[in-house]
């Protein structure tokens, strides 16, 4: 069954940075966009990041656009996130997440897009 396991998590004052790890199994990685979603307490889960299934595209919410780089190593199945210059708004529950089918090309701000997710990881950044 497919699996994503996300990592990296954790407390950080503002202006540090985390990378995020999501460990994919049970599809075939390589056919599959991929993104970062992250929703805080309270609001709705927000796209955050993707890229697509052959790593030559990429995409940013205007948030963190010049802070975040998502990437993608297929030899290990994992997408990542870096993140820098962390501000306190960027506190979240970070999901990692799969496309709804092999090759899709857009909709990836739309959290309908994506069929499969993991459980996320918390990411807390202080002031």
């Known amino acids: 069954q497919v699996q994503l396991v996300e990592s990296g998590g954790g407390l950080v004052q503002t202006g540090g940075s985390l990378r995020l790890s999501c460990a994919a199994s049970?599809?075939?990685?390589?056919?599959?966009?991929m993104a970062w979603f992250r929703q805080a307490p309270g609001k709705e889960r927000d796209f955050v990041s993707a890229?697509?299934?052959?790593?030559?595209?990429?995409y940013y919410a205007d948030s963190v656009k010049g802070r975040f780089t998502i990437s993608r190593d297929d030899a290990k199945n994992t997408v990542y996130l870096q993140m820098n210059s962390l501000k306190p708004e960027d506190t979240a529950v970070y999901y990692c997440?799969?496309?709804?089918?092999?090759?899709?090309?857009?909709?990836?701000?739309?959290?309908?897009?994506?069929?499969?997710w993991g459980q996320g990881t918390q990411v807390a950044v202080s002031s």
């Open positions: 890229i697509n299934y052959s790593g030559g595209a990429v």
């Open positions: 049970g599809f075939t990685f390589t056919q599959y966009p």
């Open positions: 997440a799969a496309a709804e089918r092999p090759y899709m090309s857009g909709g990836y701000y739309s959290p309908n897009s994506w069929r499969y």
